[in-house]
């Protein structure tokens, strides 16, 4: 079974802090993905990962920064965090595409952000 | 034009019903499809994909209509634990994409006794 380790179920910070959240995947998946989800918005791509050292943009890259130094790990940083920010953090992991089709991802349980 | 849509519900239905969600998408060259579910306060988890022919997997039923454009499950004989949201997810293809999957808002579903 595919595992998606989050660094934390719940954090707690205060304003104006770096926050950092972890995931880490045993699966030798290429392609990683941070999301963000709220009541009544769905879950929001922030930033997704191909490749080690690969990144790209989702839809609400804006005040977030992300780090994927090794394949198997892939770093959500909010640079100074604001109450905006207060959301369930979520992480997946998929192996590469090819063919035209694409693996299903697979998710870690979620970190609960909240921000004072 | 949002990628995925799909009807949020409530769907609030008795135990042993037959209860069907369908969920559209607007690129017509997509090439995956899968239904997703999530429970309160959980992580989404893979349900089933969907293939062209249609795919069943004991009570749930997934469909694919290329013309039309949406994708449906079916679920029968409901059960309380089929109580959660489900996520319609589509991949566009295309290498502009690259291999981001695009989630619907979710569908949600109470099975009462």
């Known amino acids: 079974d595919v595992k998606v380790t989050q660094s934390s179920r719940y954090l707690v910070k205060r304003t104006g802090e770096k926050v950092f959240l972890e995931c880490v995947q045993d699966m030798d998946h290429e392609n990683m993905f941070w999301y963000r989800q709220d009541p009544g918005l769905g879950l929001r791509l922030i930033y997704f990962s191909y490749d080690v050292k690969m990144k790209e943009k989702g839809d609400i890259p804006e005040g977030y920064s992300v780090s994927r130094e090794k394949k198997e790990r892939f770093s959500l940083i909010l640079e100074s965090a604001s109450t905006n920010q207060t959301s369930m953090y979520l992480c997946?992991?998929?192996?590469?595409w090819g063919q035209g089709a694409v693996q299903p991802q697979h998710f870690g349980d979620g970190t609960r952000l909240s921000i004072l | 034009r949002k990628e995925v849509e799909q009807d949020p519900g409530p769907f609030n239905v008795p135990e042993g019903a037959t209860v069907a969600f369908n969920c559209t998408y607007s690129n017509s060259a997509s090439q995956s499809f899968f239904w997703y579910r999530q429970d309160c306060r959980k992580e989404p988890k893979l349900l089933m994909s969907v293939y062209s022919s249609g795919n069943e997997d004991g009570r749930f039923t997934a469909q694919l209509n290329r013309a039309s454009q949406y994708i449906s499950l079916l679920i029968r004989d409901s059960k309380l634990s089929d109580s959660a949201t489900y996520l319609c997810v589509v991949y566009p293809g295309g290498g502009s994409t690259l291999g981001r999957l695009y989630f619907g808002r979710g569908t949600q579903l109470t099975v009462w006794p």
């Open positions: 997946a992991s998929s192996l590469g």
